[in-house]
């Protein structure tokens, strides 16, 4: 059973080893979502028969930072947190209060510096994922996206990027292709929808895979409602056919998922019970 008071908070650092990789959830901040507005096909009765969501304010807790692959002394960094900066949330809008700037801190607690990360996997071009990536590109990191994603960068404004950070990005950019090899024991899943070149990455070790799927999921309620999409998907409908993708995939024997929104369930397993209904178990280990 989870202890339900870790779906109302944000995740601290968590760390799991596949085989010779090492995972790590590196935190950078949180946020907060409302629940009807982040995903309008819920209902008031859904969140009342689940307030084990909610926070003290009523809202979906938002972990936001990234995930660090290491192998040997490589390391790679999946997605670049909201960064340095504070969204105060307006009344009545899906998106509350948000607080970032504690990504670099918490990687030199890890032992490692921007010079030592060597690449940052991007999901998709949205703000609270990108928040870093003008420091780590200027420490030399080279920044990796899917085509689709990078011809689409046009859009990202309409997430909280500027045209001088996408600018500043450019000269460190490179695209890659579905089921491309990035990085030791890490490939591309193009899972379009929530923008149109959304990726997930998939770290294998050890006899283990680890799907880290970005923001085709926000909330492990979705586990279970692979059809709730949120208001800010890209393509809605495309969205849920590639959370029902990834909800089968998971539920795969030696198979974990990483959501980086996942307030502090960050990884964990789906479970299928008799009747066909699927959950999400934390992983610890």
């Known amino acids: 059973m989870t202890d339900d008071t870790r779906l109302n908070r944000p995740a601290g650092i ?3 080893q596949l085989g010779d990789i090492k995972v790590t959830y590196v935190p950078d901040g949180a946020g907060q979502l409302g629940p009807r507005g982040w995903l309008p096909d819920t209902t008031d009765e859904v969140w009342a028969e689940h307030p084990e969501y909610l926070d003290a304010t009523g809202s979906l807790v938002a972990s936001m930072g990234g995930l660090l692959v290491e192998h040997g002394d490589r390391a790679l960094l999946i ?6 900066g504070h969204h105060p949330g307006q009344p ?18 890890l032992g490692r510096t921007p010079a030592g990360i060597e690449a940052v996997a991007i999901t998709h071009l949205h703000g609270d994922h990108i928040g870093w990536s003008a420091q780590l590109a200027g420490a030399g990191a080279v920044h990796l996206m899917s085509e689709p994603e990078w011809e689409h960068r046009h859009l990202a404004g309409q997430h909280g990027v500027s045209q001088e950070v996408l600018a500043s990005l450019e000269p460190r950019l490179r695209t890659v292709a579905d089921g491309e090899e990035i990085f030791p024991g890490v490939r591309v899943m193009l899972t379009p929808g929530h ?7 998939v770290v294998t070790g050890g006899g283990r895979r680890l799907i880290a799927f970005g923001d085709a999921l926000h909330s492990p309620i979705q586990i279970a409602h692979p059809e709730w999409s949120a208001v800010v998907d890209h393509d809605a409908r495309q969205s849920a056919d590639h959370r029902r ?14 959501g980086v929104h996942f307030a502090d369930v960050v990884f964990g397993r789906v479970l299928r019970d008799a009747a066909g209904a699927t959950s999400w178990e934390p992983v610890d280990a």
């Open 79 to 84: 997605d670049a947190g909201f960064g340095p």
């Open 14 to 16: 968590r760390s799991l």
């Open 92 to 109: 009545g809008t899906p998106v509350g209060e948000i607080n970032g700037g504690a990504l670099l801190d918490n990687l030199a607690r």
């Open 245 to 258: 993708r990834l909800v089968e995939e998971m539920a795969q024997p030696g198979t974990i998922g990483f």
């Open 195 to 201: 923008t149109a070149g959304h990726s997930a990455y």
